[in-house]
């Protein structure tokens, strides 16, 4: 059980043009998810938390015009990166959680380059 | 600002042996604890988590020890296998916060035959 998947799990797209990522819980229901970012031999930095049904909530130096995402259902996040440039490149990670425990279930990731 | 800290980015320990990842962190305000196991390109896999009211959680080869006064937490794996090979990251989290988790570094497990 827990499983969260990931999609796509590596997207190449042009500078300028505008990238969506998809996060699904599939078998439990998550009221929260968190997006994640892993620049390399760096540790995983939250972007964003969540809640289903309301705005997210972005941590400090993150664009939230940039980096759009929406959490419509129970079982879904969308990130989309909006006019994506080189620096944007990276491994985006998202997680998720229920109710119940305090463990926070990871996605397989997807991994953006932009050239 | 970094507030889970893993200052050994690597160690590697042979087959058999007891490997001891050390994780220290800054926020007083944290009070639960997790350990995930990362392979590259992969996301992390959830190990084990303390919560701030225990000081030792076992699960199978996997004890994470939690000492509230020096800010320190220690995932010890016995006997350690080949395939334990992976970066360890150590996270913790608020409460209060959503659960939100800060990251370390992770450090980098090699177990040697």
């Known amino acids: 059980g827990a499983v969260v998947s990931q999609h796509p799990s590596r997207v190449i797209c042009k500078s300028g043009t505008s990238v969506k990522i998809e996060c699904r819980s599939l078998?439990?229901?998550?009221?929260?998810m968190f997006w994640y970012r892993q620049f390399p031999k760096k540790s995983l930095m939250l972007m964003a938390t969540?809640?289903?049904?309301?705005?997210?909530?972005?941590e400090q130096g993150v664009e939230k015009d940039k980096f759009l995402i929406n959490h419509a259902s129970l079982t879904l996040s969308t990130l989309t990166v909006t006019s994506a440039h080189p620096e944007d490149s990276s491994f985006y990670i998202c997680?998720?959680?229920?109710?119940?425990?305090?463990?926070?279930?990871f996605g397989p990731g997807t991994r953006l380059t932009v050239t | 600002d970094q507030q889970v800290k893993q200052n050994s980015p690597s160690l590697s320990v042979q087959e058999g042996r007891i490997s001891i990842l050390n994780c220290d962190y800054t926020?007083?305000?944290?009070?639960?604890f997790l350990w995930y196991k990362k392979y590259p390109a992969e996301g992390p896999t959830f190990l084990i988590s303390?919560?701030?009211?225990?000081d030792k959680n076992e699960d199978g080869r996997f004890t994470v020890f939690l000492n509230k006064s020096a800010k320190h937490l220690s995932l010890h794996i016995v006997p350690s296998q080949p395939g334990d090979s992976a970066v360890y990251f150590c996270?913790?989290?608020?409460?209060?916060?959503?659960?939100?988790?800060?990251f370390g570094k992770g450090t980098s497990l090699l177990v040697t035959p």
């Open positions: 969540s809640n289903e049904g309301s705005k997210a909530t972005y």
């Open positions: 997680s998720a959680s229920d109710r119940v425990g305090y463990e926070q279930y």
């Open positions: 303390i919560s701030s009211i225990k």
């Open positions: 926020n007083s305000m944290f009070d639960y």
């Open positions: 078998d439990f229901q998550a009221t929260t």
């Open positions: 996270a913790a989290s608020v409460a209060n916060s959503g659960y939100a988790l800060n």
